[in-house]
């Protein structure tokens, strides 16, 4: 049972077999931003021998939280907790972006896909590639990144790739909120759509009509 | 007879059928693994699923109400009264779906058997599924613990196609009458392509998907038996959701670009919801923005964004309206326009989007026509073998788009350097691929020469998309070749004995042309309109052409005797071999047939002797029964293709343009290369035709093949102009072996006993020429021996239902007479054996009630189509005008009592022209008396006067030469 407007899942995909093709991160605009951040520790060991990590799926209990990630990475020599904080939008910030998505259907309509739009931090003003954040491992390497964290920066790399959404929770949304701020959420039409459209033209002249609070419904759409 | 019914039940299809024999409502196991054998490949009994079926029909009190094509055909049902569902439990065969995929579009009707509405509706069902499969309209998914692709008939055009198919589709579809056709229809849609892409897949390499658990679903695709695991199949319906394809809203969107008009200069996109069940209810996005109106769907307008959201991946104009708020109108550029109408609508349709774009702009490159006109060069020369056919020509061209809009081949040059292909031609938006229109620049600027045949082949190779026509032909050949259409009417040559119809010169005339102008040819008539008499006058043309080698004629057995006496009657002059039978010498073939005119073989000689044939240079090969050859992978066909020839010739009376393999070999006999390869033509014509019932492809392989098939109907109202009413011809049939040995004995025998017992002479020869007709007529009919098997021991059968086969083909009821009861028994057992349709059979022993049934049966139904009658009891008084075939299957001798049994069909009422076909075994008793009656002597007259008896009174020498065998007549 799910709202209408939910956000799905990312969608499983096939993983490449060992040999056969190597597993690339940032396939989407979005990852590949991230991947183009990451690039800026280019050149560090760590970061390769993360990637490979990565890629072997040494990355576990990968969790996301509202601006937080955290993970345990097995290590040659044990297994590491990785915390990974990132910068939040205040509660009026993202007031501010709930509106240029209300008023920007592009936005909004790629939102629904399950896609990030491009155009998402010009419209808004506000980044959703995080480039601000701060890392932490529990692992003996005073370096940062060390090929622990590098390995979750990867994995979130991926994770990004199947689910843009994420994007929305590191920066401290849920989805779901996001969507009850727009208050686009209507009630069907009753069936006389006449008297729908009267009533309709009364409220509009009243002035903005408030919206209610979204009611729980079946998901309308059946998959044969 | 039974009808064919095809019913989907668990996603399988089960074969069953409704029965016409009063005894049985359904079609019983027997009979319904026969004609399984028919129409499909056979299969072992024991891998056959039988079932029994438990289904619903409407029926009044216990038995079924019919189709109205099974109540046409048969009288005896009657559903007046209170009509309610019944369930029954009928026999049947589920059919297993590699047979469905491989087998049943290629299924034809048969005798004993016709396709119910469900069956031909069914085959759409599995054209679509082909279809589907073709463009990827399905999408992963589950079913169960199995991988499953669940359908995508998210184009709007597919919904409805299946809509439509479920329409037309009866009620007895599906078990159970409450179940809805749609529902029943789509498990079995689903479940055969999944079927067909397992089946399609087989070969693939699966060892990369090997890894996970979602590799293990993926590969359960293509392979049987594996399981999903439960986590995956979470993720895969959440996933599925996430796509937002496979959708199944109320409402369409759409989106509808219209043309510029003179108010506006730009193209404008405007967005609408369309409901999916009312086409015409369309809202338009501004309304809903503005709410003014609104659609019955939850978080509509959410909805709609989320839509839109969609289609901007697809589009990058949907994309660039939804920068501002409330986008529901959009103003395109040209080549925005453009880029909508030839990618990103079709991307669109394909996600379920409703697009309209204005008709007007579509030109594929297959509807772009080069006309060509032809001049004649200096250089022309015909070589006398080829004809012209083979000439080159110098051409100059224009190129036709849509219906008749012509640019010159300048105006079209400069098409191929315009950047956009959008044209503005005399007022209709066309639109031309740069390419397509380069294409055709490089074919035609490569050619400095062309003949027809190739202009001919090359449309037919399906090597250039477009089609080239010759329009203007140099003048003096142009008149040959319109001459196909209308022939300048040739005199036959003046020892041609006997008068050509009308559309009989028009033949003879069209064959004169089409060897002028070096092309082969099939004279497809119908039966009776006398395709021997237009070929013998066309041979005779030719002798008088001064042309030195043979000609050939391969005949079915059967009929060899008949074109050996159509020579004797109308062409004597022409000297005629036969080339057949075990007395045939190979050695000094050329000797035999020096100075012969024309040589008449068999199939079989020809296949057999094929090798020695093939070397000789022929004149004119004749193929008759051309049907013969239908099959363009036997022996046959291909020894026939082996002969060489000037002018290859095909004869046949049934209807060859349904049956694409059977034209292409007859084709490919007559003008080899014209219709490409047999797999080339499969690909571009066969198969979009009969699979896709491919209109454009059909019309054009008309166009191609339409000069060099000439048919004409007995229903034709200007052939009927020119026919008498009522047109006798005599069938010279042959003799098996075995009915030449019992007539010998008989002759031998009785010769010897006439001689010893004067005083019982006259008993002697008439009950002597009694057995004679007997075994002429059947070997059973004299030995009475009815428990051993009927077929193929009589000449005169085997001609019977070679006759009557063509006679049903063409839905024409027909009578056969006979002079004894139980010749007529054999008959009725024989055909109806072999076409699997009732018989009727009208004899003395039946009461008045018994007569009147079969009469009015015959008279009123579709069926019964054929009618046996003894002379004696059916030779008078009762009307049958539904046949307009009548057979005389053996003789009386006096023509006022045949006459008489042939006014049955031949009388007031009598809509077509009646056919009468005298059957005489050549060589025997038979062709003497019948020669005898011809000279119109003393003997003729006391023939006609006492019949038979008057044989009696010859002498015994006499007596010997009527009885006696002429060796070389049987086969």
């Known amino acids: ?224 | 007879m039974d009808e064919l019914q095809l019913s989907c039940y668990n996603g399988e299809l089960h074969l069953w059928g409704v029965s016409s024999y009063p005894e049985e409502q359904f079609t019983p196991k027997e009979r319904l693994n026969k004609t399984y054998n028919m129409l499909f490949s056979p299969n072992e009994i024991n891998y056959l699923k039988f079932s029994k079926l438990e289904i619903e029909i409407p029926a009044v009190k216990n038995s079924i109400i019919v189709s109205d094509e099974l109540k046409l055909v048969y009288g005896q049902y009657d559903d007046s009264g209170k009509a309610s569902i019944r369930k029954f439990h009928v026999d049947c065969i589920i059919l297993e779906l590699g047979t469905i995929m491989n087998e049943l579009l290629r299924s034809e009707k048969q005798h004993g058997f016709y396709f119910g509405e469900s069956f031909d509706g069914l085959k759409s069902v599995v054209r679509f599924a082909y279809s589907l499969v073709a463009r990827q309209r399905f999408m992963p998914f589950i079913k169960g613990n199995k991988s499953y692709f669940q359908l995508n008939l998210d184009n709007n055009d597919d919904f409805l196609i299946f809509k439509d198919i479920c329409e037309a589709l009866p009620p007895s579809v599906k078990p159970r009458i409450t179940l809805k056709t749609e529902d029943a229809v789509y498990e079995f849609l689903e479940n055969l392509v999944n079927f067909m892409i397992k089946e399609l897949t087989k070969d693939i390499n699966l060892e990369f998907f090997n890894r996970t658990k979602t590799d293990n679903w993926l590969s359960g695709f293509f392979r049987d038996g594996i399981k999903v695991d439960d986590e995956v199949k979470a993720g895969v319906s959440e996933w599925a959701v996430s796509r937002n394809v496979c959708r199944t809203h109320e409402y369409n969107i759409l989106f509808k670009l219209e043309e510029p008009d003179p108010d506006r200069e730009q193209w404008r996109l405007r967005y609408a919801v369309q409901s999916k069940h009312d086409l015409s209810l369309i809202i338009s996005f501004d309304d809903i923005w503005q709410n003014r109106k609104k659609i019955n769907l939850p978080n509509y307008k959410l909805h709609l964004i989320k839509e839109l959201g969609m289609a901007a991946r697809f589009s990058k104009v949907i994309e660039k309206s939804m920068l501002k708020p409330n986008p529901s109108l959009m103003l395109l550029s040209e080549e925005e326009a453009l880029a909508f109408m030839k990618f990103e609508s079709f991307m669109l349709k394909d996600f379920g989007f409703v697009v309209h774009i204005p008709k007007i702009t579509s030109a594929k490159l297959s509807s772009l026509r080069v006309i060509l006109s032809l001049k004649k060069p200096k250089t022309l020369r015909v070589a006398s073998s080829s004809g012209l056919s083979d000439a080159l020509f110098d051409f100059d061209y224009g190129v036709a788009i849509g219906d008749d809009t012509i640019l010159s081949r300048e105006e079209f040059y400069k098409l191929s350097s315009l950047k956009s292909g959008l044209v503005n031609v005399s007022g209709k938006w066309v639109e031309l691929n740069s390419d397509d229109v380069k294409k055709v620049i490089s074919f035609l600027d490569k050619k400095k020469q062309i003949s027809i045949s190739e202009i001919i082949s090359t449309n037919a190779s399906g090597d250039v998309d477009f089609e080239i026509e010759a329009k203007s032909f140099p003048e003096n050949l142009g008149s040959c070749f319109l001459g196909l259409e209308s022939p300048d009417l040739e005199t036959p040559p003046p020892d041609f004995c006997g008068e050509l119809r009308g559309y009989q010169r028009q033949g003879y005339s069209w064959l004169i042309v089409l060897r002028k102008i070096g092309f082969g040819g099939i004279l497809a008539d119908d039966m009776g309109l006398g395709k021997t008499i237009q070929a013998i006058s066309y041979l005779l043309y030719l002798k008088k052409e001064q042309i030195k080698e043979p000609s050939l004629i391969v005949a079915p057995t059967s009929v060899i005797g008949n074109w050996e006496r159509e020579f004797l009657r109308f062409a004597p002059s022409l000297k005629v071999h036969i080339y057949h039978g075990s007395m045939r010498k190979k050695i000094d073939f050329s000797e035999q047939i020096k100075g012969k005119d024309v040589i008449i073989t068999s199939y079989g000689t020809m296949r057999n002797d094929r090798d020695f044939l093939a070397g000789i240079a022929w004149n004119v090969v004749i193929l008759d029964e051309a049907q013969n050859i239908k099959n363009p992978y036997t022996k046959q066909a291909a020894s026939a293709a082996r002969l060489t020839a000037r002018h290859r010739l095909c004869l046949t009376g049934t209807p060859i343009e349904n049956r694409l393999s059977e034209l292409w070999s007859l084709i490919n006999f007559s003008n080899k290369g014209l219709l490409s390869s047999w797999d080339k033509f499969r690909t571009n014509f066969a198969e979009p035709i009969e699979l896709n019932s491919d209109h454009e492809k059909t019309m054009r392989l008309k166009k191609i093949i339409s000069p060099f098939i000439l048919r004409r109907l007995k229903s034709d109202k200007n052939i009927i102009s020119d026919l008498p009413e009522k047109n006798e011809i005599k069938e010279y049939c042959t003799l098996t072996e075995e009915q030449a040995t019992l007539y010998q004995a008989i002759v031998d025998e009785s010769l010897k006993k006439i001689k010893e017992a004067a005083q019982e002479r006259r008993m002697n020869i008439l009950s002597t020429i009694i057995k004679l007709k007997q075994v002429c007529n059947h070997p059973t009919n004299f030995l009475k021996d009815t428990t051993t098997k009927i077929a193929g021991r009589s000449g005169k059968l085997e001609r019977l239902c070679e006759m009557v086969e063509v006679f049903l083909e063409n839905n024409e009821k027909c009578l056969v007479f006979t002079q004894f009861r139980e010749m007529g028994d054999i008959l009725k057992q024989a055909l109806e054996e072999y076409f699997s349709e009732q018989v009727l059979f009208l004899h003395g022993q039946l009461n008045r009630n018994e007569r009147e049934r079969m009469i009015t049966l015959f008279q009123n139904e579709r069926a019964p189509r054929i009618f046996v009658l003894s002379l004696k009891a059916g030779g008078f008084g009762i009307n049958l005008t539904a046949a307009n075939q009548v057979i005389h299957f053996d003789r009386w001798w006096n023509p006022a009592v045949e006459n008489q049994a042939t006014d049955r069909a031949y009388r007031i009422g009598q809509k077509k022209n009646v056919f009468i076909y005298k059957y005489i075994t050549s060589g025997t008793i038979e062709e003497k008396i019948d020669e005898i009656l011809e000279t119109k002597s003393a003997l003729s007259d006391s023939l006609l006067s006492k019949g038979e008896a008057a044989l009696t009174e010859l002498s015994d020498g006499k007596l010997r030469e009527i009885f006696s065998l002429r060796r070389d007549s049987f086969s």
């Open chain 1, 1 to 224: 049972m799910r709202d209408y407007y939910y956000f799905p899942k990312a969608a499983p995909r096939p993983r490449a077999a060992p040999g056969k093709e190597r597993k690339k991160f940032g396939e989407t605009w979005w990852g590949r931003q991230w991947v183009d951040i990451l690039s800026k520790y280019e050149g560090d060991q760590r970061m390769s021998r993360g990637r490979a990590y990565a890629r072997a799926n040494k990355v576990k209990k990968f969790k996301l939280d509202k601006g937080n990630i955290s993970a345990s990475v097995i290590g040659s020599l044990g297994t590491y907790k990785v915390n990974i904080a990132f910068k939040k939008h205040s509660d009026k910030n993202w007031k501010s972006i709930a509106e240029a998505i209300r008023n920007t259907p592009l936005l909004l309509g790629k939102l629904l896909n399950n896609e990030m739009p491009q155009e998402i931090e010009e419209a808004t003003g506000f980044e959703f590639i995080p480039r601000s954040f701060s890392s932490d491992c529990s692992c003996p390497d005073y370096a940062n990144p060390c090929k622990h964290i590098a390995a979750v920066f990867y994995t979130i790399a991926d994770e990004i790739d199947h689910n843009p959404m994420s994007l929305l929770l590191l920066h401290g949304m849920e989805t779901k909120e996001l969507f009850s701020r727009l208050e686009m959420v209507e009630d069907a039409p009753p069936d006389n759509t006449k008297i729908a459209d009267k009533e309709h033209k009364r409220k509009a002249r009243k002035g903005k009509s408030k919206n209610v609070k979204p009611k729980k419904r079946k998901n309308i759409k059946k998959v044969r």
